[in-house]
């Protein structure tokens, strides 16, 4: 086992995440902003979306080394081991069973040929590519759909009888048969497309031969880790500075505005962009802590999100400490006082449990920016490193090549496509989270 | 009213000096200026004799904070400290390290900016206003919640791909206008209108969802009732009432970020090719090239804190509650 | 007889398809009298006023066989007509002006709005008639007045202005919904009278709601209740304060505290508890660019007063005096900035810090709002041992839980209630969890700041009654804010009248109340609408 300090910090979030869930599941000021999600069919759907991708980045964050190669790998690399190594000489489209470029061929008769060449992976198991490629496509398509619409029918099946007779109308519920019906179509359609790629390239390859739809996939982890770590270092500067700036005011508050306000008036492109120049030096004059490339892009990975959470928590300060100036003045903290309850514990008491929603909300908005932010940042160059996986990357790549006639159109897509279905998912699960959490819409408050 | 806005200025004051310390030891304390200079040389190889070379051109030989060596006054003018940030106070900016005087471009480079961001700005304000009152005037109706459900699309959408597609689209198949580049005087106007175009459209999604909470936090009020009870028609409530009370929040949040608009944006300018301030800093940047970043840094902080001393003149001038209490 | 004005039959009002909030109801106004809907809140009356002008929120769904203005049912009338008609044949005002006013035009603006809307005169025609109507209601110096925006002017004069809005279109109906509830009693006073004069002037039916009987008996001629949707019962004022018919009514009425009251409390003179000295609190006003403190708020201005054991002051003023602050600084809620407090011989005032702590137990305080003084995420059982935990960290668990179950049997409230949150209980079940807690830590002074103003009248009379109970058993003093003076004949052993942060008078209830030695006292009482079961009417 190998574990980089990444996988230690997102299996650190996962329990955390758990065990606050479980805290909470039971208060009663959490069940109903809970059951009215649970009863949004838009949000359990875009849950469904945000635990696959989930899954996937959990799968790629256990590391080990491989027997084989000495390289180190990740669980979800021995999966996706055939799309892992067969890769092209360059660029195919998508599907393709040809390469993009001509080349200089030599027959079996031994002349020289100028044309495409055939994939070596791609299609290659196609005698006759014109005339037998659809309908190889849609028989493979088919085929694999119809695999993954047994798996989910059967497991669906075995949920139902196991289940007890008191989950079974949560299940009958719009919400869950929708929920359920995503996840029918998600687990199918993937089926699909990975009993293709053992086949084609699904989504064709990049210039180095690399197939565009296992980037994708090793992507989603990046996103992830940038969207989750970085606030998990954002939220214990903002709560704590927040909350101690309303409470005490007086020059606490001062001290603690003056931060801020320093931090905020730099522009933050240019406070990450040079902390990560001064990383890079850093990580170049210190070349023996670094052993391989992976380490060295995964420590790269983590200072970016140490940046990011550092520059980003001033806004989620300044929501705290205006929540935290407002509840101070409610009676109930006044009655506190009056009855002698020590200050720390009505900062821990009164103040904290009711500014978690405005926390729990910034979470989740939070977190589709910051994937978004990272193709931006890679698209500079002051964003992961550029051996990482990234989505950024990959568009950074792919838009330096658009001149090309033909035009190169699949990763910039491939890319386009995983960031959009992640992006909203988590918007519109936010949506819903901050509606549930409102206290105006709700009947507490 | 005078008195608030001269206690706002000296509060400036320290702001900047934090911003220059900060950046202080951010680009001299975690890196050294022999690390710099070894990095900007080359890795390996590199002689004693070529750091210290290095370092003299460009003022680094000198000590961080205290110069033990010179006398009198010298002690801390003749140190880095002095010489490079505080310079940053009097806008001597210096010279970059590839030798071009920095004040001076920055003064050639900030107006492409502003002729990008300023029309972006207007239109795209004029555009989410719109329809954020038009979203406000079909509320529960099914009208309102496709348009949400719009605006949630459109902002999920990576800008990148606003840019990548606009420029592919209407650049390079209906060839209407240049894909990108810049030109002088009213020529410019043709190369703006695709940045200006993609701008505006990125911003749809966040914009109408961020003005329609304003539109209906207002909506919500009491003078409301009391507008709809002297007979006023609910349109005529809206564009009256409501829209004169939600403008004073809008307004001062665009107030913040106006002097911000000359920094330029980093992303378009780079993509479009408009030589502003953005692409300014993303050289610099891409080159290592400190000297600059340090002056864009310094330049962003002064406009920031200008932009929240207008913001709370604006109020005090737009809110009559402020203005006459 | 006159026609009626307006005609409601069968009105019900459904909210989301499931609460009636107003359920098959029928009345009507004549033109030139004065219609009072009376009822506790949540009774529905304020939505059937706002049925009438059809302005209900979309999620509300109203069914009626007519409503009838002048013989013109508005329920087939479109809604371009029906703006015509509101503001011009039916005006409004409402609660709180400060809020229905708009806060960035000019009050003379927002006038000459509605005469835009309904008439067509030119700009000379339209700015003199916003003077005119600025002086019948009565505001001083109305040139100057029409440039000022809302915020400028006081409580009364705001509603003055909404008053001038309502009867710039000329109308017919003038409703009015709870118009002096957030007033002090003497604006009060002051623009109930103003009303009845415009009414006998324009002669339009006025259509009052209040959950105030004893003004609605002074000013209605004639008075429908409401409860939970319905009209239980209507009637000529007259009689129907005399003879009250519907049990619903009789227990109202019979819930009003009457200023008879303040002859029957005991004279008998007790030791004194609670002894302040010259009590300030004083806030700095800062100016100039350094912010330099240049002079004082003086809230509260070198009070003194004493409370004996096991008896009652009230505090009473209007709003701004300095009542709220005085009660909230005696424990040190508020800093103090001079004086001394002394109870039971111990000197509060030399004590800070863990010191003051300890001591925290002996004055208590319950606050005005019940729904914001109890923290919403907490159950009922923790709120109000919150206390015991804080002063007396050595007591076990279980005698702590068994000790919430004893007090919160003594305040009258279900065994269950300790594993329950505050939002499953009513206003005044949740201001008994409040006195609760406060007696979980036995103080020997509560504070009661307005801790009735907020409830219904019915419930009101509850909490009093429970006030008075524990002061017989447990022999606790109370210094009673508030407003009310009829509560405070209810209530009160000793009176205290304060006036711009200061006591401008102190004495036995029966005595104050009865023969004030001070012009403002007198002001206060002849303000306060005493409930007339005799004759009707007051003049103008």
């Known amino acids: 086992m190998v574990i980089l300090w990444t996988d230690a910090l997102i299996f650190l979030l996962l329990g955390l995440m758990l065990v606050l869930g479980l805290y909470l599941h039971q208060k009663e000021y959490m069940k109903r902003p809970l059951q009215q999600i649970g009863r949004s069919k838009v949000a359990m759907v875009s849950l469904v979306v945000l635990f696959f991708f989930m899954l996937v980045g959990l799968l790629d964050s256990v590391h080990f080394k491989s027997a084989k190669s000495n390289d180190i790998v ?293 977190f589709s920016s910051l994937v978004l932010a990272e193709a931006v940042l890679s698209y500079i160059n002051i964003g992961v490193d550029p051996t990482t996986y990234s989505w950024g990357n990959m568009i950074n790549g792919a838009r330096l090549e658009m001149a090309r006639e033909p035009i190169v159109w699949w990763s910039l897509s491939a890319a386009f496509v995983f960031m959009f279905a992640l992006v909203l998912a988590a918007n519109l699960f936010a949506d819903t989270v901050r509606d549930a959490f409102d206290p105006r819409r709700g009947g507490y408050e | 009213m005078i008195q608030y806005i001269i206690r706002r200025f000296l509060y400036a004051f320290p702001l900047l000096m934090g911003v220059n310390i900060l950046t202080f030891v951010l680009f001299f304390i975690v890196n050294s200026p022999d690390d710099m200079a070894r990095m900007q040389l080359g890795q390996k190889h590199v002689t004693e004799q070529a750091v210290t070379n290095w370092k003299q051109q460009r003022g680094y030989d000198l000590p961080l904070l205290w110069n033990a060596k010179a006398d009198g006054e010298e002690k801390l003018t003749q140190t880095i400290f002095y010489q490079k940030s505080v310079g940053l106070f009097l806008f001597r900016f210096g010279v970059s390290d590839s030798g071009r005087n920095i004040a001076a471009d920055i003064a050639q480079r900030m107006w492409p900016s502003l002729a990008v961001a300023l029309p972006s700005l207007i239109v795209g304000l004029l555009v989410n206003i719109s329809f954020a009152l038009m979203m406000v005037l079909f509320r529960q109706t099914y009208l309102e919640r496709s348009g949400m459900v719009l605006c949630v699309i459109l902002m999920s959408v990576s800008s990148l791909f606003y840019i990548i597609g606009g420029q592919f689209f209407i650049g390079k198949l209906l060839k209407l206008v240049p894909i990108s580049g810049y030109d002088s005087g009213l020529s410019a106007v043709k190369f703006l209108i695709l940045p200006v175009l993609i701008g505006v459209c990125s911003g749809i999604g966040s914009g109408v969802r961020w003005y329609r909470t304003l539109f209906l936090e207002e909506v919500e009020k009491d003078y409301v009732r009391t507008a709809r009870a002297k007979g006023l028609s609910e349109n005529q409530t809206l564009f009256r009432h409501v829209l004169q009370n939600a403008m004073i929040p809008i307004l001062t949040g665009v107030v913040v970020v106006l002097p911000l608009l000359f920094m330029g944006s980093l992303i378009m300018e780079s993509f479009f090719s408009i030589p502003g301030l953005g692409s300014y800093t993303i050289d610099a940047i891409n080159s290592q090239d400190f000297a600059i970043v340090r002056a864009m840094v310094f330049l962003g902080s002064v406009l920031y804190v200008i932009g929240l001393l207008l913001t709370d003149i604006s109020y005090t001038l737009v809110d009559p509650r402020v203005r006459l209490s | 007889m006159n026609k009626p004005v307006l005609t409601i039959e069968h009105l019900s009002v459904t909210f989301n398809q499931q609460q009636k909030v107003v359920d098959d109801i029928s009345f009507e106004i004549f033109s030139g009298e004065t219609f009072a809907l009376v009822g506790e809140s949540g009774s529905g009356k304020s939505i059937t006023a706002l049925s009438v002008l059809r302005l209900l929120p979309n999620n509300a769904r109203l069914t009626a066989a007519a409503i009838s203005l002048h013989g013109d049912n508005l329920l087939h009338r479109s809604e371009f007509e029906l703006c015509k008609i509101r503001g011009s044949r039916i005006g409004m005002i409402f609660q709180d002006p400060m809020s229905s006013l708009n806060p960035v035009m000019t009050i003379g603006s927002q006038i000459e709005e509605v005469i835009n809307l309904h008439f067509s005169l030119s700009r000379q025609a339209t700015q003199q008639r916003v003077l005119e109507l600025l002086q019948q ?316 103003s907020a409830l219904d009248v019915s419930v009101q009379a509850q909490i009093i009654q429970l006030l008075k109970t524990l002061q017989q058993e447990k022999g606790v003093s109370y210094l009673f804010i508030t407003h009310d003076l009829a509560v405070v004949a209810e209530v009160a052993d000793e009176v205290a009248v304060m006036y711009q942060g200061k006591i401008i008078e102190h004495g036995p209830v029966a005595q104050v109340l009865s023969r004030p030695a001070q012009a403002y006292t007198k002001k206060l009482l002849a303000a306060v609408p005493v409930l007339q079961t005799e004759n009707p009417k007051i003049t103008a």
Not at chain 1, 99 to 124: H, V
Not at chain 1, 153 to 173: A, D, T
Not at chain 3, 271 to 294: A, E, M, N, W
Not at chain 3, 365 to 389: C, H, T, W, Y
């Open chain 1, 74 to 366: 990740s669980l979800l690399d021995v999966w996706a081991t055939p799309l892992r190594e067969q890769g092209e000489k360059t660029y195919s489209a998508p599907f393709a069973v040809y390469l993009y470029s001509k080349e200089m061929m030599t027959q079996a008769d031994g002349t020289q040929q100028w044309g495409y060449p055939r994939l070596q992976f791609g299609g290659a198991h196609l005698t006759d590519p014109e005339a037998q490629q659809t309908s190889d496509i849609t028989e493979k398509a088919l085929y694999g759909f119809a695999q993954g619409a047994g798996l989910v029918i059967f497991f669906l099946f075995l949920l139902w009888s196991v289940l007890l007779e008191q989950h079974k109308p949560f299940m009958n519920s719009s919400s869950a048969k929708a929920a359920w019906a995503m996840v029918f179509l998600i687990v199918s359609v993937n089926y699909a497309l990975i009993y293709l790629s053992g086949y084609y390239h699904v989504f064709g390859t990049d210039k180095v031969g690399e197939d565009v739809f296992y980037q994708a996939i090793k992507s989603i982890r990046t996103g992830l880790v940038i969207g989750t770590l970085t606030t998990l270092i954002m939220l214990p500067m903002a709560i704590i500075f927040g909350i101690l700036a309303g409470f005490f005011r007086g020059w606490v508050d001062d001290v603690i505005q003056y931060v801020y306000t320093t931090l905020n008036s730099i522009p933050s492109v240019l406070l990450i962009a040079a902390s990560i120049l001064m990383v890079q030096v850093y990580m170049a004059n210190h070349e023996e802590a670094y052993t391989s490339v992976i380490v060295r892009a995964d420590m790269r990975l983590l200072f970016l999100c140490l940046i990011l959470g550092v520059t980003s928590w001033t806004g989620l300060c300044r929501l705290l400490r205006a929540e935290t100036l407002k509840l101070r003045e409610m009676e109930y903290v006044q009655a506190a006082q009056a009855l002698g309850v020590r200050r720390r514990v009505i900062l821990l008491r009164h103040i904290l449990p009711n500014v978690m929603h405005i926390v729990l909300i910034s979470v989740v908005l939070d």
């Open chain 3, 137 to 452: 209601v009565e505001i001083p110096e109305p040139e100057k007045r029409m440039k000022d925006y809302p915020h400028q002017l006081s409580g009364g004069q705001r509603q003055r202005v909404m008053i001038a809005i309502a009867l710039a279109g000329e109308p017919d109906l003038l409703i009015a919904d709870e118009p002096t509830t957030s007033l002090d009693v003497t604006i009060q006073a002051q623009i109930l009278a103003l009303l009845k004069t415009i009414q006998q002037q324009t002669n339009m039916a006025l259509w009052l709601i209040s959950h105030d009987l004893a003004l609605v008996s002074n000013l209605a001629d004639r008075v429908a209740v409401m409860q939970r949707g319905k009209i239980v019962e209507t009637g000529i004022t007259a009689e129907f304060f005399s003879h009250p018919q519907h049990p619903y009514t009789q227990k109202l009425l019979d819930a009003l505290p009457s200023m008879q009251s303040c002859f029957t409390h005991n004279v008998e003179q007790k030791p004194p508890l609670l002894q302040v000295r010259d009590f300030s609190c004083h806030y700095p006003i800062r100016k100039g660019i350094f912010k330099r403190v240049v002079d004082y708020v003086k809230a509260v201005d070198g009070v003194s007063f004493d409370i004996q054991q096991g008896k009652t002051l009230a505090l009473v003023g209007e709003s701004g005096c300095g009542k709220t602050t005085l009660g909230k600084s005696l424990l040190n809620l508020i800093p103090a900035s001079g004086g001394r407090v002394i109870i039971n011989g111990i000197e509060l005032s030399r004590l800070d810090g863990e010191e003051l702590r300890q001591q925290r137990a002996h004055i208590q305080i319950v606050f005005q709002d019940p729904f914001s003084s109890m923290n919403p995420r907490m159950l009922v059982g923790d709120i109000v041992a919150e206390g015991i935990k804080a002063l007396h960290p050595k007591i076990s668990s279980d005698d702590r839980k068994a000790r919430v179950a004893l007090l919160l049997q003594q305040v009258g409230l279900p065994e269950d209630s300790a594993l329950r949150y505050p939002h499953e209980f009513s206003g005044g079940q949740r201001q008994r969890i409040c006195i609760a807690r406060v007696l979980a830590v036995d103080p020997k002074l509560i504070v009661c700041d307005e801790p009735t």
